[in-house]
């Protein structure tokens, strides 16, 4: 939390002039339950992307490869989209690490790199 | 160039929206509130206006709607009455909250229930604590006077807060009475061209209205209101007086009618003054020390001033056109007895009156200031005027 400014200082009505700060609010606090995605079965189709309200899914080079759990709500969304089942929800309190670990339960190594995002078939 | 017009308090209302002409006016129909928004929306209907008239499905919707025009950052105005600002009750605090200076006329009427659409004051009372501006108006000339100047005082830099002119509902709404109105070029003039600090709609500052605002500032905000409020005193004096530079009618806090040596005060809000100080020049005839102030700006409350104002009298009547429900009395009363607290040592009583629409005649005033001057009112506890015992 920056130091909190007196009312003289900050824009009156509660108003925020400043774009796309809402990444600096962490919310994730909030969450029960915490996605996790199983890279073995994962095809990348990205629509957990797509879906999610916050987003809280981390995308690199077109691939899935975890959660933003400092946003993230853990409103399960992404586990119901799954068209493979890849994405689990489990408790907060049984998660293993620390609160921004542990989004892949199984790393995925096993399966070639895919090239570019979304469609395929059932690969697992 | 100016005109004198037959008038009725609603059509004086429109005729200051014609002049001021708003960006958007977001309304619902309420009586007696109805016939502003008739005269309004033909006004639209025949272009005489350039306003965006947004006809809703309910009150909540206007003034949701018009929340969200002034946070776009043009010039907007409602109108509502009783129930109907009832049902607008979460956004009108919202508007005070979000610094957006909106117009909203309110046409005094009694609250349900039992229905009722004749006057008093429980509507606009009932929201005294929201954070709006109220201006009550005794008259049609009153009504257009404070329209005009309305605009002028919320969307001043150092006050950013909704006004809401006030006058009583069918005594005044429906009154046909003789108004001077100035041209349309001195009204554009005098009211100017909004100068919003931000807006929804201003893609390179981009700004966002109504976020979550929890232990850590949402208390600053509220310091914030506060202060914009104590500073609309001085915005509000100066806006009346460079009006009276403009118009000859210059306005302040209140009107203090015969005040100055009076040993007998009534103090009250609206149309009940013209009937008190027709009383009081009667009875000045008659050689008896009597005044009437009427109190124009409730909120924010001139305390010092009203003070400095009627402190010196013996005895205070305080007139209230709502019932507070707490035990004691109505709403206006408590402050200004809070007011004359280290002012002196008159006396203030308290009489509620006019509920629903009864009529408050010369008779009834003239009685409270016999109770006055006889000593004969009970200060503990207010007095229920011209109900049926």
Not at chain 2, 306 to 316: D, E, K, P, V, Y
């Amino acid at each position: 939390m920056a130091e909190e400014r007196g009312w003289r200082e900050i824009p009156i009505g509660g108003l925020i002039l400043e774009a796309g700060n809402a990444e600096r609010y962490v919310t994730g606090g909030w969450r029960t339950y915490r996605p996790q995605v199983d890279k073995d079965v994962c095809i990348d189709c990205l629509q957990c992307w797509l879906l999610c309200p916050d987003m809280c899914i981390n995308v690199e080079d077109g691939r899935m490869t975890g959660y933003d759990y400092a946003h993230c709500k853990g409103c399960g969304i992404c586990e119901r989209i799954c068209p493979v089942h890849a994405i689990r929800m489990i408790l907060e309190s049984e998660a293993p690490g620390g609160a921004d670990e542990g989004g892949c339960w199984r790393s995925g190594k096993k399966r070639a790199p895919k090239k570019g995002a979304g469609g395929g078939g059932r690969t697992a | 160039m100016k005109r004198t017009l037959a008038l009725t308090g609603n059509e004086s209302a429109a005729e200051a929206m014609r002049q001021i002409n708003p960006d958007v006016v977001a309304a619902y129909p309420i009586t007696p509130q109805t016939e502003l928004m008739h005269a309004f929306t033909q006004l639209v209907a025949d272009g005489a206006v350039k306003t965006e008239m947004i006809l809703v499905e309910s009150e909540h919707s206007a003034m949701s709607a018009c929340v969200g025009a002034a946070a776009a950052g043009v010039r907007v105005m409602t109108a509502t009455s009783a129930n109907g600002l009832a049902l607008m009750w979460e956004i009108v605090y919202i508007a005070a909250s979000l610094r957006l200076p909106l117009v909203m006329a309110v046409v005094n009427r009694a609250l349900s229930g039992p229905i009722n659409i004749h006057c008093d004051h429980s509507d606009s009372m009932g929201c005294r604590d929201s954070g709006w501006i109220q201006l009550y108006g005794e008259n049609p000339q009153e009504v257009y006077d404070n329209m005009l100047q309305a605009v002028r005082i919320a969307e001043h830099p150092d006050v950013l807060l909704p006004v809401m002119p006030t006058y009583d509902g069918f005594i005044i709404s429906h009154t046909l009475e003789r108004v001077d109105v100035i041209g349309d070029d001195e009204a554009s003039a005098f009211v100017g061209e909004p100068k919003p600090r931000f807006s929804l709609l201003d893609i390179d500052r981009p700004v966002t209205y109504g976020p979550l605002d929890l232990q850590d500032y949402y208390f600053e905000h509220k310091k914030q209101q506060a202060e914009a409020m104590k500073r609309a005193k001085e915005v509000v004096r100066e806006v009346g007086e460079e009006y009276g530079a403009r118009t000859g009618r210059a306005y302040g806090f209140f009107d203090a009618y015969r005040t100055e040596d009076a040993e007998q005060i009534i103090l009250c809000l609206g149309s009940a003054a013209g009937t008190a100080k027709a009383v009081a020049d009667e009875l000045r005839d008659g050689g008896r020390k009597v005044g009437v102030l009427k109190l124009r700006m409730f909120r924010p409350f001139p305390a010092e001033e009203l003070a400095r104002a009627i402190g010196h009298a013996r005895s205070i009547a305080v007139l209230d056109r709502a019932e507070g429900f707490n035990g004691v009395g109505g709403p206006v009363c408590p402050e200004v007895k809070a007011a004359l607290y280290k002012a002196g040592g008159a006396d203030v009583f308290n009489y509620v009156y006019g509920l629903g629409g009864r009529d408050l005649g010369p008779d009834l005033i003239r009685s409270v200031f016999d109770d006055l001057e006889a000593g004969r009112a009970d200060p503990r506890e207010a007095i229920h005027l011209g109900v049926r015992s």
